[in-house]
């Protein structure tokens, strides 16, 4: 080959080296030009918490397209994100598979995800190992930023704030309506995310002087939960609290009401009392119970209804709690891949690390968003909703505390027909 040829080819090895389609974690340079940002998302795509997978995933679509017909990350000339789905099937060990996939094959530069605290445990661990971002916007067990790991930022409120909400509403509850409560007894789904609920739950109740009279694990997607109802049924607690995934809530709601099982309350934790389909399984017999989430519906917050509204009409139904959660995620993720400027996990942590936001899509889920120095949101909101019926329709009405509450809201309390 002469001389000639070979200056041309290298010419066009040149030109092609300067342009990248799409830019994984190996980062942005001076002179490439990166229209695509790869990230990943580990979801439940399939199995039984496919809906709320979906109803994620769809909140992140629209996030995704909302950005990148704004300009896409303009630091990075525009480079519009793309987003890589994995399905954990809610299988902790499938979570781990996916996350090394991702990273390894799929060169993303950030992983997001992934619904289940326990499939979100492991997963992150491979992303500490890595030294990649992981993003976790929905799970909630404590632990998950308790471990001294660098590269993970949480979006969502700990399962222990929950908790310790749920006890200052029983308390206030106890007080206002003059309903004394003595006894609680805790069900919860035996995986991390219940383990971590009752350990929080163990700390605040006995502090607010409520016994716990009744501590019943039972194990995730169970057929038959009567034991558990009569056992609960036994012992008569003064308020039932629980955590459980979709099929577990409905089965045990329908249950409760079969046996005819009354506390002063029905104190749901989330996750399944608060999925899209929870009501079309269990019915009316879901009426009255209380659950506790970070936004709702009727919540009064900028761009709430907006946001809401739109999704409705490009999905058909509306956004529960962590759909808002995934879609104020990206925009928080966007954010601070425009401060970092570059793809370069490294760089990516640093401007996590700094995040500080007070405006735009973010405040439909809370005034400001920032972390502290182990990745924790420090300010993620929370109020209890209750299951009522308005004008003949089964809602979630938002109830406490009473500045967030519904206008015109009212709490049933205690459980009709409870003989206390």
């Known amino acids: 080959m002469n001389n000639k040829c070979k200056r041309f080819l290298g010419l066009l090895l040149t030109v092609a080296m300067s342009f990248t389609l799409v830019v994984g974690c190996g980062g942005q340079n001076s002179g490439t030009a990166t229209k695509e940002v790869k990230m990943g998302t580990i979801l439940p795509l399939s199995?039984?918490?496919?809906?709320?997978?979906k109803i994620g995933q769809?909140?992140?679509?629209?996030?995704i397209e909302e950005i990148n017909e704004a300009g896409g990350i303009k630091s990075l000339g525009g480079a519009k994100i793309k987003m890589v789905y994995a399905d954990s099937k809610g299988d902790p060990a499938?979570?781990?598979?996916?996350?090394?996939?991702?990273?390894?094959?799929?060169e993303v530069c950030l992983i997001t995800g992934c619904y289940q605290s326990g499939?979100?445990?492991?997963?992150?661990?491979?992303?500490e190992r890595y030294q990649i971002p992981y993003f976790v916007d929905v799970p909630s067990e404590d632990q998950i930023?308790?471990?001294?790991?660098?590269?993970?930022?949480?979006?969502?409120?700990?399962t222990s704030w929950r908790n310790l909400a749920q006890t200052e509403f029983?308390?206030?509850?106890s007080k206002k309506y003059n309903t004394p409560v003595k006894t609680v007894g805790l069900i919860y789904e035996n995986t991390a995310w219940g383990q971590g609920a009752v350990r929080a739950w163990e700390k605040y109740l006995p502090e607010a002087g409520l016994q716990i009279i009744m501590k019943e694990p039972y194990p995730t997607?169970?057929?038959?939960?009567?034991?558990?109802?009569?056992?609960?049924?036994?012992?008569?607690?003064?308020?039932?609290?629980?955590?459980?995934?979709?099929?577990?809530a409905a089965l045990l709601t329908k249950t409760f009401a079969e046996h005819q099982v009354k506390p002063l309350a029905f104190i749901g934790t989330s996750g399944g009392f608060a999925d899209p389909t929870y009501y079309n399984l269990a019915g009316d017999a879901s009426e009255y119970y209380f659950d506790i989430f970070t936004w709702e519906p009727d919540v009064n917050r900028p761009s709430s209804k907006e946001v809401n509204e739109r999704f409705k009409a490009k999905y058909g139904y509306g956004m529960n709690a962590e759909a808002v959660k995934a879609y104020a995620g990206m925009y928080v993720i966007a954010d601070a891949l425009e401060r970092a400027g570059s793809t370069e996990p490294e760089k990516i942590r640093e401007a996590f690390a700094a995040t500080n936001i007070n405006e735009g899509p973010t405040q439909m889920y809370a005034s400001q968003t920032k972390f502290d120095k182990t990745g924790q949101m420090i300010n993620a909101p929370l109020v209890i909703c209750q299951y009522q019926k308005v004008n003949g329709k089964m809602e979630r009405v938002t109830v406490w505390p009473e500045n967030e509450a519904r206008v015109g809201s009212e709490i049933i309390w205690p459980y009709p027909g409870v003989a206390k």
């Open 58 to 63: 769809q909140a992140r679509d629209m996030a």
């Open 47 to 53: 199995g039984s918490a496919a809906p709320l997978g």
């Open 94 to 106: 499938v979570g781990v598979s996916e996350a090394e996939r991702l990273i390894t094959q799929e």
């Open 145 to 158: 930023t308790e471990r001294g790991y660098k590269y993970i930022f949480r979006l969502a409120e700990k």
């Open 221 to 248: 997607n169970s057929s038959d939960l009567t034991p558990v109802v009569l056992k609960a049924k036994q012992l008569n607690p003064d308020i039932i609290m629980m955590v459980s995934y979709v099929s577990d």
């Open 170 to 173: 029983v308390t206030e509850m």
């Open 119 to 127: 499939v979100a445990m492991p997963s992150t661990e491979v992303a």
